[in-house]
């Protein structure tokens, strides 16, 4: 059985991811801040819950003891929570999106590898964003570029580094982030843009499968790697 755990999954992207990678066979371990909601999600999928909160060390070597204890290993982990931030922006707003949206992966990469060094495919997903690339919010033919969230794309572009110094640092595990596609989730809703959550993380849980010869240190979208 392939142990996994999702941050943010107790609703869009990551709470289909759950659900796509349970139909697979994982034991999924759903991360989620709200206790209540969390819980309400994994018992509607199926899914173990771990309250996880990615902005606060304590939760999050809670999480991943818990993990430990009931496991041994960790398979795959997918970075999935994450904060738009958009409207005004200041000094506190923007702490706590880059909390959330790239140090919040140091909190639980760090909790998880040795973990995930336990595995004999390690595989790490971090859902990144072509908001954070250069090549994108500077093309006028591609909608981040008229996107007004400059606190979330500044933090998908550390996400995205964050998960390239990762493959290099740790050659054992597969490390790979990725722009999902444009989703309709509660983040985006202000926007009235994306496709569903399902047809998003059909692709995340692609690269959540890979196998030991699979790509690493890369960052791609389901047509492959995207400049950025």
Not at 87 to 95: E, F, M, Q, R, S
Not at 110 to 136: C, D, K, M
Not at 152 to 174: D, H, V, W
């Amino acid at each position: 059985m392939t142990v996994t755990l999702i941050t943010g999954a107790n609703k869009g992207i990551g709470f289909e991811t759950a659900r796509q990678l349970l139909e697979l066979g994982h034991v999924v371990y759903l991360g989620a801040r709200d206790v209540e909601r969390g819980e309400q999600a994994a018992a509607t999928l199926g899914a173990r819950f771990v309250q996880l909160d990615v902005t606060e060390d304590d939760s999050v070597g809670k999480a991943l003891a818990t993990i430990g204890a009931d496991e041994g290993r960790l398979d795959v982990l997918v970075h999935n929570a994450g904060v738009l931030g958009d409207g005004t922006i200041d000094g506190p707003k923007a702490l706590r999106v880059f909390d959330t949206n790239a140090v919040g992966i140091v909190r639980v990469t760090e909790a998880a590898l040795p973990l995930l060094r336990r595995s004999t495919n390690p595989v790490v997903v971090t859902v990144s964003s072509s908001a954070g690339s250069f090549w994108a919010v500077n093309n006028p033919d591609r909608p981040e570029y008229h996107l007004p969230v400059a606190l979330y794309s500044a933090s998908k572009a550390a996400a995205t580094m964050l998960t390239i110094q990762y493959a290099k640092a740790e050659p054992g595990i597969r490390f790979n982030a990725v722009e999902p596609g444009t989703t309709a989730t509660d983040m985006t809703a202000a926007f009235g843009i994306g496709r569903s959550p399902e047809q998003s993380a059909a692709f995340v849980v692609r690269l959540a499968t890979i196998g030991p010869d699979g790509p690493t240190g890369t960052f791609q979208d389901e047509t492959g790697e995207l400049p950025w």
